[in-house]
């Protein structure tokens, strides 16, 4: 049984806005019957060019229909360009939240939006050619698909991203593909955001401003070297050059976490915050 | 909200019976039956007249039942226990339908160097015979065939490939979880040499099953470290669950041919009434060679967990061969060997009944379905017929 919220299971039994929309201006198909959902998304404008009418037909889980009706229920009133906007995870949010390995039914949502834009915009016709190359054969998910959940929903393991896009799900032959993409674009955030570095910014920090980097740090930096291998780390406190963290997930049970917690976890922090600092485990 | 149970093939309920034979090993008699003092030592003799009971379900002797701790211990002791006794590394053969209790175990061994044959199954879920034959070719072999498959029922013709197997001078393991209780088992005739059964799937608890091991066959203990089951498998006996295994092998044999009549016919009753009432449905699986309880029934165009949540909300139980429901992204591995076309696979449904099942509670499923498919149709962009 998945966990589903209120919410998911109110839009899964009595579903918005189900069917197809009268002379429809655009009209987005995603998916397909062997990945084990589609979407068919339409609408109407009316004469303020606003979203008048909107309607779908999903094959898919309970949470892929309520995904659906959600999209509906939010888009309905609003111009194309503020349509364009809505992201997965706003779908995810106005449901509540969605288990994580069923956060590719709000991508799909997505992308069948982005379809029906498409396809109004080259006037009701064309469907929306794959973009990029496939990387993901078993499912049909491109690098631009990839890219897309990657930077929007800041994904960084392969893992994510198979749950975000079904992409390497399947055979699993891509996931070193998607690694690669993965990374590539945490270089660019980071290129284009760098923390901040503590020689670099050459005064004393306040402690919320130590704070406040110590969470960016552990947030860019390390959590997705840890998320990488299953693991994580929860920030518990700080008292002055002390940063106390706990580990979780398979970083808890790990047999060379405290190598993990010097050589990763302090290295950076004084790379990034201040070379004073010294990491210790919450005692347990 | 009644719940109506129709998800037997996963778990079945404790029969009363059962849970009246273990209360007594969980409140005064809770010794440890290995004690040499009467109030443990004493237990044992309850330990042994649910062996005496569990071999009699598929004529064994006593001495050949190991109790384990579920099916899953019973396959991994059998597979990795056989695979490992011998300096030789024989080579491993199975069938691409076999419950991941048997998989594991099995890719565990071709990690370790073994070769591994998994053997293909037609539109039906059965074997080549000749596919088998030319396996056993390849030299001395360890072959794991199951006896009934529990997505889809399908029986295999166990005499038959035990007899091949055998013939071949090769070690025969069948996992017959699904059919232990439901088909009649009887291993003078059947020349296996290991075989799992699991306690959960015929009314007793999860938590205990067995592993018959023939007199003669070679295995290393899975667990190590105690001398109990005649050194073949070491741990503490689960003294109160193996005499209720005991106890549900003991109903499961009075009286197992009307009962399983019973269940087929109800069984026939909800596969005959579905498929009338929901058009575009079909059953996979063997219909000649299948399970008494099973029905693997597929709707078009609609996907197997919207299904199963919409059941749910009516108080029936039953599972899916879909990806959505598995918790992983690809659908039913039994079902893709197949060769069912993924429009089918995604929008399986398997209803797998026990003796507690009644005619009422299969006339509202019946009842109900098409409502159900209906709804999920009219909300599908497949669909194409008109109405």
């Known amino acids: ?284 | 909200m009644k719940t109506l149970y129709f998800d037997n093939n996963a778990t079945t309920r404790p029969a009363p019976e059962v849970i009246e034979a273990i209360q007594p090993f969980l409140s005064e008699l809770w010794g440890n039956p290995s004690s040499m003092h009467v109030f443990g030592g004493g237990v044992r003799k309850y330990v042994e007249q649910a062996r005496e009971l569990v071999a009699a379900l598929i004529h064994a002797e006593p001495a050949e039942i190991v109790f384990t701790s579920c099916g899953t211990e019973s396959d991994n002791t059998a597979i990795l226990g056989a695979g490992t006794a011998t300096d030789l590394k024989p080579n491993i053969i199975n069938t691409r339908v076999e419950h991941p209790a048997v998989l594991g175990p099995c890719l565990e061994l071709k990690d370790r160097g073994y070769n591994l044959i998994e053997l293909n199954v037609d539109e039906v879920g059965q074997i080549d015979l000749a596919e088998l034959d030319e396996a056993l070719r390849l030299g001395p072999a360890v072959v794991s065939v199951m006896w009934a498959n529990n997505e889809t029922g399908t029986i295999f013709p166990i005499d038959e490939i035990a007899r091949r197997v055998k013939a071949a001078g090769s070690l025969f393991h069948t996992d017959a979880v699904q059919a232990v209780g439901k088909l009649p088992i009887d291993v003078r005739r059947t020349p296996v040499d290991l075989l799992s059964l699991s306690g959960h799937k015929l009314h007793a608890p999860k938590g205990v099953g067995a592993l018959y091991v023939r007199k003669g066959t070679r295995i290393k203990p899975f667990l190590l470290g105690g001398h109990q089951e005649d050194s073949r498998r070491a741990g503490t006996e689960n003294v109160p669950f193996i005499v209720g295994l005991g106890r549900a092998a003991e109903l499961a044999r009075n009286g197992r041919e009307e009962e399983q009549a019973r269940v087929a016919a109800l069984r026939n009753r909800l596969e005959a009434g579905l498929l009338q009432r929901c058009p575009d449905s079909s059953v996979n699986g063997d219909l000649a060679h299948r399970l008494p309880n099973t029905l693997n029934i597929s709707f078009e165009y609609i996907e197997g967990e919207a299904i199963l949540y919409s059941l749910s909300d009516l108080g029936i139980a039953a599972s899916s061969g879909s990806a959505c429901s598995s918790g992983s992204l690809e659908p039913s591995h039994v079902l893709r060997a197949m060769g069912v076309p993924f429009t089918r696979v995604h929008g399986s449904i398997r209803f797998s009944l026990s003796r507690y099942n009644t005619e009422e509670e299969v006339d509202y499923v019946i009842a109900r379905m098409p409502a159900i498919v209906n709804r999920l149709r009219e909300m599908s962009p497949f669909v194409t017929r008109g109405g």
């Open chain 1, 1 to 284: 049984m998945w966990d589903y919220t209120g919410k998911v299971l109110d839009h899964f039994r009595n579903p918005r806005n189900v069917g197809v929309v009268n002379k429809p201006d655009g009209i987005g198909e995603v998916g397909s019957l062997a990945c084990g959902d589609a979407l068919k998304l339409t609408f109407k404008l009316d004469e303020n060019k606003r979203i008048q009418d909107v309607k779908f037909q999903t094959f898919g889980c309970a949470s892929a229909i309520a995904s659906s009706s959600a999209l509906t229920e939010m888009i309905k009133g609003k111009t194309i360009e503020e349509a364009e906007n809505v992201t997965n995870q706003d779908i995810a949010d106005y449901l509540g939240g969605l288990p994580e390995q069923k956060m590719h039914c709000s991508v799909m949502g997505r992308e069948a939006l982005l379809a029906a834009i498409e396809s109004y915009r080259t006037g009701g016709k064309a469907h929306r050619v794959l973009e990029g190359k496939v990387i993901c054969k078993c499912f049909g998910v491109t690098e631009h698909d990839i890219e897309m959940v990657v930077r929007e929903n800041n994904l960084a393991t392969v893992e994510q991203v198979t749950h975000y896009t079904k992409a390497g799900g399947g055979c699993g032959k891509c996931k070193g593909d998607i690694e690669v993409i993965v990374e590539r674009i945490r270089a660019e955030r980071l290129k284009a955001a760098p923390p901040t570095s503590a020689e670099a910014a050459g005064k004393r920090l306040t402690t919320i401003e130590k704070i406040r980097r110590i969470e960016e740090t552990i947030e860019k930096e390390i959590r997705p070297m840890l998320r990488n291998d299953g693991g994580d780390l929860e920030l518990i406190d700080v008292e002055g050059s002390r940063v106390i963290v706990a580990l979780r997930g398979m970083c808890a049970r790990c047999q060379v976490a405290q190598f993990t917690l010097k050589d990763v976890v302090e290295a950076k922090l004084k790379e990034f915050v201040s070379p004073d600092l010294v990491v210790e485990e919450v005692s347990k």
